[in-house]
């Protein structure tokens, strides 16, 4: 399953780059998509990443106090969110509470960037998987191994 994975400024790109390292070496089944990763030198952006968007049904989202009201942060959950009953999208606050959300970006499970609650979006995700679906203990050690 692809995971996409939404950033805007520096400090968002290098939370998002290093969670598109880390979210394989967790859960094996997901493939994240990047696009300062996934667009190759000559291709054309937007058709990539519309591609990206379209084939996903989860997406990350990391939310700064810089990039809060950037605009392709807001298409691309709006993008995300496209099947209402079955996507999914989770914002990761780095410096930022939730009440500090306002508009589109509201109507989404946040959460924090700590320990507790990256298991929790963990788990999300793992539920969506469709097939090779690691258990709650296995999921749980596999993300003690990795959380650094």
Same mark, same amino acid.
């Given at each position: 399953m692809e995971v996409f994975i939404s950033w805007s400024g520096e400090k968002s790109r290098k939370a998002a780059e290093a969670m598109n390292a880390w979210l394989p070496k967790v859960i094996q089944a997901i493939t994240p998509y990047i696009s300062s990763q996934n667009i190759e030198k000559g291709d054309?952006?937007?058709? @990539? =990443?519309?591609?990206?968007?379209?084939?996903?049904?989860? $997406?990350? #989202?990391?939310?700064?106090?810089? @990039? =809060?009201?950037?605009?392709?942060?807001?298409?691309?959950? $709006?993008? #995300?969110?496209?099947?209402?009953?079955?996507?999914?999208?989770?914002?990761?606050?780095?410096?930022?509470?939730?009440?500090?959300?306002?508009?589109p970006l509201a109507q989404f499970q946040a959460c924090a960037f700590e320990k507790s609650e990256i298991l929790k979006l963990l788990f999300a995700i793992n539920n969506t998987l469709e097939t090779s679906k690691l258990d709650k203990n296995t999921l749980e050690d596999v993300f003690e191994k990795w959380w650094d």
């Open positions: 054309r952006p937007l058709p @990539n =990443i519309a591609k990206s968007l379209e084939e996903c049904n989860f $997406g990350i #989202l990391f939310i700064t106090s810089e @990039n =809060i009201n950037a605009p392709w942060i807001t298409f691309e959950a $709006g993008a #995300l969110s496209k099947q209402l009953s079955t996507s999914r999208v989770c914002p990761i606050l780095l410096d930022i509470k939730p009440t500090d959300l306002s508009g």
